[in-house]
């Protein structure tokens, strides 16, 4: 926790640098695969633990509200980012650890939910070992590493607003 011992200057500081740091391909890719998924008509699911399964439910808000133009939002002729937080349906993740194992409240909702090319996006600690892509902040502090998520997150939100709407680079 740099907060304890780093004064707001510093933090900051150390915060720019780590967003520096960042092998940003990975981060292009996330964008160019949400708005291919987004192009073919299927679903994101996105889900993640402890303070990652609220980025996970974040994202999914920023994404599901912030894709389209707030003027698009009430026309049903817009095709809209198909996307789910597998974090939010609560009475199903505790049934699940609960009759099967912890370790099954996600992919047991992929098996429920998903079909051949949805995406699936897991954020956050242990999830990285089954990841076939991913972003990684190699930084063992755990709120800066959240703040970090949430500025790619966020970046990656705009990237597909902007693919979607053809609007800033994508004009």
């Not at 889900?47 to 996970?56: D, E, K, L, V, Y």
């Not at 994202?59 to 939010?88: I, Q, Y």
């Amino acid at each position: 926790m740099l907060g304890l011992t780093h004064g707001i200057d510093e933090y900051l500081a150390r915060l720019c640098e780590e967003l520096v740091r960042l092998d940003r391909a990975p981060i292009v890719r996330l964008a160019e695969a949400i708005y291919e998924v987004w192009q073919a008509d299927r679903f994101l699911f996105v889900f993640g633990n402890g303070g990652s399964a609220a980025t996970a439910s974040h994202f999914c808000e920023d994404l599901g509200k912030n894709a389209l133009r707030p003027g698009d939002l009430h026309d049903d002729r817009k095709k809209r980012v198909r996307v789910l937080s597998l974090t939010d349906n609560v009475s199903w993740i505790t049934a699940l650890g609960n009759d099967l194992s912890y370790e099954e409240v996600f992919s047991q909702q992929l098996r429920q939910y998903a079909s051949p090319g949805d995406l699936a996006i897991a954020n956050g600690g242990r999830l990285k070992q089954i990841q076939h892509d991913g972003i990684h902040v190699d930084l063992a502090d755990m709120g800066m590493t959240e703040s970090i998520h949430a500025s790619i997150l966020h970046w990656v939100v705009e990237d597909v607003h902007a693919r979607i709407n053809h609007a800033g680079r994508f004009a």
